[in-house]
């Protein structure tokens, strides 16, 4: 008699696996100094908190999330996955992918702008993930368990929801999500990268939003940058080699201060 694992319990469990394993081998790369966005002594040196504090923090927020997400499946009913996607098209799939892409980046949108503006947020939540000024991969969703828990959990349930996606249909955009979000915030540029061929919201355009003068611009994570265009929040930036190696993500246009 086999164990079976439902997909409810996979869609929680799988992007957690993902997320340590994609931002493993982000942290393996970055040992090659040619392809950083900053140096590993920026890294040391400019980062406000230290790393376990930082996978203690992830840890914390996962198991928020996979609490919350197990509830939610609960709630909304177990299909059969199996069943689901013999029976759903292509084009259904990609219609339940791009509206939840669509949904998570709106609710992440508006809420991590206004996480910015609202002074007593942002000094009491949201300060907490700009602590990393030099982005790395498995700090992707170090956040304050309040954030993590409006923005990321709450969003993923909305994107679920709205988008009409089975549990099975959900681990693999949740896991792609995970990616995406562990690339954005890599602090590398890596020669065909296939996020950076698809999409202009990458690494370098998230780093402009982490250094000190740039946090009014580029809130828009993990996937377009539709919102920072309409809403006049989009930063162009140009990628200059460091004499040192790598590249260095700077604004093209002049920073305000306030």
């Not at 892409?101 to 993930?129: A, C, G, I």
Request: glycine content about 8%; charged content about 15%; aromatic content about 14%.
């Amino acid at each position: 008699m086999g164990f079976a694992i439902s997909d409810e319990l996979l869609g929680t469990i799988v992007p957690i696996v993902v997320y340590w394993i994609y931002s493993g081998i982000y942290m393996c790369l970055g040992s090659f100094e040619s392809y950083r966005l900053h140096s590993v002594s920026d890294e040391d040196e400019k980062n406000l908190v230290s790393k376990p504090t930082v996978v203690k923090g992830v840890l914390l927020q996962q198991a928020v999330q996979a609490v919350v997400a197990i509830l939610l499946f609960a709630v909304a009913g177990g299909d059969d996955g199996a069943s689901v996607l013999q029976s759903t098209s292509f084009i259904v799939l990609v219609r339940q992918f791009v509206t939840a892409m669509v949904v998570l980046d709106t609710w992440q949108y508006f809420l991590h702008r206004y996480m910015h503006e609202n002074k007593f947020l942002y000094r009491h939540v949201h300060s907490l993930h700009h602590r990393l000024v030099v982005p790395y991969a498995f700090g992707a969703l170090y956040n304050h368990p309040v954030e993590g828990l409006l923005g990321d959990t709450i969003g993923g349930a909305l994107s679920f929801l709205l988008s009409g996606m089975s549990p099975r249909t959900s681990i693999f955009f949740f896991s792609f999500a995970t990616m995406k979000t562990v690339d954005d915030h890599c602090g590398l540029m890596l020669p065909g990268n296939p996020f950076h061929i698809f999409f202009r919201n990458n690494s370098a355009y998230h780093d402009i939003h982490h250094q000190l003068h740039g946090t009014k611009y580029n809130f828009s994570q993990p996937f377009f940058i539709m919102w920072d265009r309409i809403l006049g929040t989009h930063m162009p930036y140009s990628l200059e080699k460091r004499a040192e190696g790598g590249f260095e993500a700077r604004p093209r246009k002049e920073l305000k201060d306030d």
